[in-house]
């Protein structure tokens, strides 16, 4: 190779990448776009979950921006990249706060990246919603700050009732992704609400996010005779998790969160998920009109079955459509209190109303896996 | 002190409150958070420097001190220091009181790294070459895993500089005149370490440990002060960050970190304080400079990394150093 | 209890299986070069990877067979063993006599240049290995269970092993390896065609990966574009545990790492997991600096 010619692909590609850095798409004809930036992974060790809420916020926003967009304007998303890096997320936040002077900010799924980032819109006193970080300190970070899923302490203890009530366990163990805040914190709610109600936990295990192998702590738990197994982690790993807990002769139900809604779970764990129980936002079997035209409209256009992340990325780009409209106006201020005015809005994950916390307060599910599909099997109430 | 000294000591102050007054208000944050990374980046990239560089040791562990120094001072801050900050605050001017606070957050950070540095430099410095590498890369792991283990600092949750019984005590650094007056003085204590006449057995150790042995330089004693120094900046550097971010969680000092800092060494040239504070400069700006490439960004920095490494097998500026003649000259 | 503790030394000598050939790749290359190819875990994704869309393009998606599984690994391999050579003559060739470490900046390099083209190319969602081996369990005694496919796996992988020792140690290119790992130079001046033997080394380690890709897809059977990033890093420690540059050292390296994790994740906490690894390594490095097998070289003054 000679040298020259790399001297010369190198000076090639950083001019087109400054070039491309600088610079925005010129003004097209019609009314000016609303500006909605959206921080999310859509590489590095959790990019599949930035990826779904950035596609299932783009459906929603190409919908509305169909039927006329609001308040006479459409709605454009710029979407940065954060790499799954904990400070890349804040500065991705800033760019887009600071350097495209967005509207609103929408993002991220973990909720370390949400806690990097909050604060930045925060100061700069513009409206985040966060599709699905669960961590109650994420809203706590200012007046600013809203998010459109549960909170971990809800879910934990939907599935501790469910465990304890539904299932009569007695004795359960606990298997979390240690790396996962979201897992963590799940954990956490579902062993002090199992306990509260009499019920003991027999082991608590851990993993890290992007392990293959858990047969370790598997038979580990084998060895405490648990009634069931609480796994409260991400698709990226249930069903490898449910496989090998089969293949170790392990056949008490595996309980989980949100985290498990995907096609990946079934594809990954096949005949071994089936049996299993999960919280949910929404029953994707459901006959609710909104659950049905988003599940047709989003396997049409991405050739995929929606996971969770993408139902939260379409719910949260929903609400701030919905609050823009409300408050007629993109003033920051006035947008936030839409926002957290936002009453009984339909969404596909549920009827969505903001508490006082700006958190999305809303029923939750429980589903069974049964012959390959997600069933509907309960409702808990949100409390 | 010489008059010169004085001056320059003087010129560099008024530079920095300079920039510490003006410089937020003039540019837009998302920059200056970017300027601040690029600093905080060249705290860790020379003081690496001094191990990998100039004592010829092969460290690739550096984000595990930085890790100790982070969350030290986060923890100091939030649980002591908020506190404190809140009475100063109420006898002194905002300002003073400020700089009053912050040496004590970074010296928090750095001590604690520099102690770290001690009892890991101990044992892994009788090891060789990659054996050395391997050892360093295993302690920084270890490190990070235990600092996961800790709630008082978040775990997986990660770690917010905020003290909630202290509202008016704003923990955060804001401008530049923290982190690069960091900058300024590891770059003369690094310089004068190793560019001054008793600095030579850095080198010694580098180009001969058993020559170097042999005219009467205690390598070992040589070896473990370099990499003490290295680990307190690379604790200062962590302090930094932590107090810049915010918000500080275990995933920002996986070994990836530690990685990027010895690219910054070796990219910069081994043995060069400049190149790598360039490389250091260079390489954390990119990412953000390549934001409008989408999702080929890292594509093109990982082809920029490669083609560079094979353009220049020495590093961008080899063993030289651009003009330190001025820097020699005032503080040397 | 006894039955648990046979289980956990099952699950820890079929994952070390993995870490061993893994390890293989990076002791062969680092012998011959002094080069840690912090690449190598990348090839191993790619390996899996590959596996994954032969896998599919054979039909074998529903279909198990031995033989799908032995041309799942041969084109595995093929696949492999180009890009390990792409990347050799690429990236670290022209660096031969440049300072040690700029090959090193090369290899983090070609690293994150594959996981981001492979989460471009790939895409970043996690894919389902399909099973080229019905999985039943042929061991069955009381609670401890062994799969037939834990056993081909781990048979495979001393299959493997095994040919790698006769290749290194009864060939023609074997004893030029040796020769060029002893002293590259001397090589060189007995008529050992240096480059082509430095190729093929790469080229073997790059086959061994793969296979461990397309193992590690039966037994654990969920890859991804960022999958080689740890199992790299640990068959690293694998082989210095072994004794960086030592064959055998590498192999029991990574069983020796698989057990331990298993066992600390079993007995302990699987919080430390990680940690005692690399524990264990800096007290055996300690203790014995260069690894259980490697030799000590005194150096000359």
């Known amino acids: 190779m000679s040298r020259r010619w790399l001297v010369g692909g190198i000076g090639a590609i950083a001019v087109v990448a400054l070039a491309c850095g600088s610079g925005r798409e010129g003004g097209a004809a019609g009314p000016e776009p609303i500006q909605v930036g959206h921080y999310a992974s859509l590489t590095g060790d959790t990019a599949t979950f930035g990826q779904s809420t950035d596609r299932g916020l783009r459906m929603k926003i190409d919908e ?29 936040a800033q760019k887009l706060l600071q350097r495209d002077q967005v509207v609103a900010l929408l993002g991220e799924v973990a909720s370390s990246r949400s806690l990097a980032a909050a604060p930045e819109a925060q100061r700069a006193r513009i409206p985040m919603i966060t599709p699905a970080s669960t961590n109650p300190k994420v809203t706590e970070v200012g007046d600013y700050i809203f998010r459109a899923c549960f909170i971990d302490p809800f879910q934990g203890a939907v599935m501790a009732k469910f465990a304890r ?7 359960v163990a606990i298997l979390f992704d240690f790396k996962q805040d979201y897992s963590v914190g799940l954990a956490d709610f579902f062993r002090k609400t199992f306990e509260a ?25 084998r060895a405490t005779k648990p009634d069931a197994i609480f796994v409260p982690g991400y698709y990226t790993e249930v069903g490898l998790i449910a496989k090998q807990a089969r293949e170790l002769g392990i056949d008490v139900p595996l309980l989980g969160g949100d985290g498990w809604d995907s096609s990946k779970t079934l594809e990954i764990g096949g005949k071994a998920v089936e049996g299993n129980y999960f919280s949910n936002h929404y029953a994707a079997d459901s006959d609710r009109p909104e659950v049905v035209a988003f599940v047709r409209a989003y396997r049409e256009r991405w050739g995929e079955t929606p996971d969770a992340m993408a139902v939260l990325g379409y719910d949260t780009g929903g609400i701030l459509a919905d609050a823009i409209a409300r408050a007629g106006s993109t003033d920051p201020e006035k947008l936030r209190d839409a926002i957290a005015a936002t009453r009984n809005y339909p969404g596909v994950s549920g009827t969505i109303s903001m508490d006082e916390n700006r958190n999305a ?6 589903m069974k896996i049964r012959d390959g599909a997600f069933r509907y099997e309960q409702t808990v109430p949100a409390f | 002190m010489s008059s010169k000294r004085v001056a320059a000591f003087a010129l560099v102050a008024i530079v920095l409150l300079a920039l510490d007054a003006w410089l937020p208000s003039w540019l837009n944050p998302y920059y200056a958070t970017i300027v601040t990374r690029i600093g905080i980046a060249v705290v860790a990239a020379v003081s690496l420097q001094l191990v990998n560089g100039f004592t010829g040791q092969f460290s690739i562990g550096h984000a595990g001190f930085m890790a100790v120094g982070a969350y030290t001072s986060a923890a100091f801050s939030v649980y002591v220091g908020a506190g404190w900050l809140e009475s100063l605050l109420g006898l002194l001017p905002a300002p003073l009181a400020r700089s009053l606070f912050y040496p004590l957050v970074l010296a928090s950070g750095g001590l604690a790294a520099a102690v770290a540095g001690f009892v890991v430099g101990i044992p892994a410095l009788r090891l060789r070459g990659d054996y050395l590498a391997i050892a360093t890369l295993g302690f920084a792991e270890v490190i990070r895993i235990a600092i996961l283990n800790v709630d008082a600092v978040g775990g997986a949750r990660g770690f917010s500089i905020h003290a909630a019984e202290h509202p008016a005590a704003d923990l955060r650094f804001e401008g530049f005149g923290a982190v690069y007056a960091v900058v300024v003085v590891t770059i003369v204590v690094v310089a004068r370490l190793v560019y001054s006449s008793g600095g030579l057995s850095f080198r010694a150790v580098r180009e001969d440990e058993v020559a170097a042995t042999s005219i009467g330089i205690a390598t070992t004693r040589i070896k473990v002060e370099a990499f003490v120094v290295a680990s307190f900046f690379a604790g200062v550097a962590g302090a930094l960050f932590a107090h810049s971010e915010g918000y500080v969680h275990t995933n920002s000092f996986a070994f990836l970190r530690s990685f990027e800092i010895v690219v910054f060494v070796v990219l910069g040239g081994l043995g060069s304080i400049t190149g790598a504070v360039l490389a250091a400069a260079v390489l954390t700006a990119a990412p953000e400079l390549l934001r409008g490439l989408g999702e080929w960004r890292m594509v093109l920095y990982s082809l920029l990394l490669i083609g560079t490494m094979l353009l220049r097998p020495q590093g961008l500026l080899g063993n030289r150093e651009i003009d330190l003649g001025w820097l020699r000259k005032r503080f040397g | 209890m006894a039955e648990d503790l046979l289980q956990q030394l099952v699950n820890g000598v079929a994952w070390g299986g993995i870490y061993a050939l893994i390890a293989l790749g990076y002791t062969m290359v680092y012998g011959v070069l002094k080069l840690i190819n912090f690449a190598h875990g990348e090839v191993y994704m ?4 590959t596996g ?3 896998a599919r393009s054979f039909g074998l998606a529903g279909a198990p067979s031995l033989l799908g599984l032995v041309a799942t690994l041969a084109a595995s391999m093929a696949v492999c063993a180009l890009l390990a050579a792409i990347i050799e003559r690429v990236a670290y060739r022209p660096l031969r006599s440049a300072p040690r470490l700029a090959p090193l900046i090369t290899a983090i390099g070609v690293s994150l240049l594959l996981q981001n083209l ?15 081996l019905e999985s039943r369990n042929v061991f069955e005694v009381g609670k401890l269970s062994v799969s037939n496919v834990q056993l081909a796996v781990l048979g495979t992988a001393i299959l493997l092993m095994a040919a790698l020792q006769w290749i290194v140690m009864r060939t023609r290119f074997g004893r030029a390896m040796r020769a060029v790992s002893f002293d590259a130079q001397a090589a060189a001046l007995m008529g050992v065609p240096v480059d082509r033997v430095i190729l093929g080394t790469f080229v073997l380690g790059a086959v061994l990966a793969a296979a461990a890709g397309v193992l590690v897809g039966l037994t654990n059977p969920k890859i991804d574009p960022l999958m080689g990033v740890l199992p790299g890093l640990k068959a690293f420690v694998a082989a210095v545990l072994g004794g960086i540059g030592n064959i055998p050292g590498a192999m029991v390296g990574g069983l020796l790492l698989g057990v331990i994790e298993t066992f600390v994740s079993g007995y302990l906490s699987s919080t430390y997991r990680d940690a005692i690894a690399f524990v264990l390594l800096i007290a055996i490095l300690l203790y014995k600096p260069t690894g259980l097998f490697g030799t000590t070289q005194t150096e000359k003054v």
């Open chain 1, 64 to 92: 509305i921006n169909a039927a006329g967009g609001v308040l006479g304007r459409p709605i454009e998303i710029i979407t940065e990249d954060d790499r799954s890096i904990t400070e890349e997320a804040r500065s991705a």
């Open chain 1, 165 to 171: 009530e539904t299932l009569g366990a007695d004795r």
């Open chain 1, 197 to 221: 109600s009499g019920g003991t936990i027999v082991a608590d295990e851990r993993y890290t996010s992007g392990d293959i192998e858990f047969r370790a702590q598997l038979t580990k738990i």
């Open chain 1, 361 to 366: 307060r809303k029923d939750a599910v429980v």
């Open chain 3, 46 to 49: 790619v390996g899996a990877m």
């Open chain 3, 52 to 54: 994954y869309y032969a």
């Open chain 3, 118 to 132: 492979g989460q471009l190319v790939f895409g970043a969602d996690p894919k389902f290995f399909p099973p080229l």
